[in-house]
């Protein structure tokens, strides 16, 4: 069965700096890949898709890359700000395509 | 406003007492599905629905019943609650578009249910 690993369970960095979270995949080649965002004690909040045939997404400060060779997808925070801590979820579409499997999630904190 | 609405957010019940997790969604999302969280464990799905009447198993779906009559309704049920489904409970809805779900997925409030 595909298996999603989201590398750090938690990542800290300064104010203004690039934060980069990684999601690996195996066992499988998902159409597309998704990234929310979770605050504590509420539901997770979408944030961007890439597709298989998508190479990098941008949104505002975040940008995505999905590399389906390395099986990974890259999340970037550029300009980091304490407002952006949160857990970050990475998300694929499942071999009969009729759910989200979703990794564990990174705890990002950003101290100012 | 696009939302899902869960209730109640937080329910504390003894084991073995019947209850009843609500979800509505006003956004005429064919797919729904419910989720548990679960520390060190994440997001795990429970049950999904692909349309009124069109219900599946997810990936832990022992101790849990859905219905889904209606296109915005879709309730999670717990016949006969244990400690060991304490936990936080996520429902979500999207598009549902051919094969694969893939469009954004919205999320309810969450509901904390402790079974003691």
């Known amino acids: 069965s595909q298996k999603i690993e989201q590398n750090s369970e938690a990542l800290n960095i300064q104010e203004g700096k690039t934060a980069t979270l990684t999601c690996n995949y195996t066992?499988?080649?998902?159409?597309?890949l998704q990234w929310y965002r979770q605050d504590p004690g509420r539901g997770p909040v979408f944030l961007l898709l890439i597709r298989e045939n998508e190479k990098e997404k941008r949104k505002e400060r975040l940008k995505v890359t999905f590399d389906t060779t390395l099986k990974q997808s890259l999340f970037h925070i550029t300009a980091s700000q304490p407002a952006d801590s949160a857990t970050y979820l990475c998300a694929l579409d499942d071999q009969a395509g009729t759910a989200l499997i979703f990794g564990k999630g990174t705890t990002l904190s950003v101290s100012s | 406003e696009a939302q899902v609405t869960q209730n109640p957010r937080y329910l504390i019940t003894v084991t073995g007492k019947k209850l009843t997790v609500t979800c509505s969604q006003n956004m005429n999302h064919e797919y729904m599905s419910w989720y548990r969280q679960d520390p060190g464990l994440g997001l795990r799905q429970i049950y999904y629905s692909m349309n009124v009447e069109v219900t599946d198993k997810g990936d832990v779906p022992e101790g849990y019943k859905v219905s889904r009559k209606e296109k915005r309704n879709f309730p999670l049920i717990l016949e006969s609650p244990s400690p060991n489904q304490t936990s936080l409970y996520f429902c979500?809805?999207?598009?549902?578009?051919?094969?694969?779900?893939?469009?954004?997925?919205?999320f309810g409030q969450g509901t904390r249910l402790t079974v003691v």
């Open positions: 979500a809805s999207s598009l549902w578009a051919g094969r694969s779900v893939n469009t954004e997925a919205f």
């Open positions: 066992n499988y080649s998902p159409a597309y």
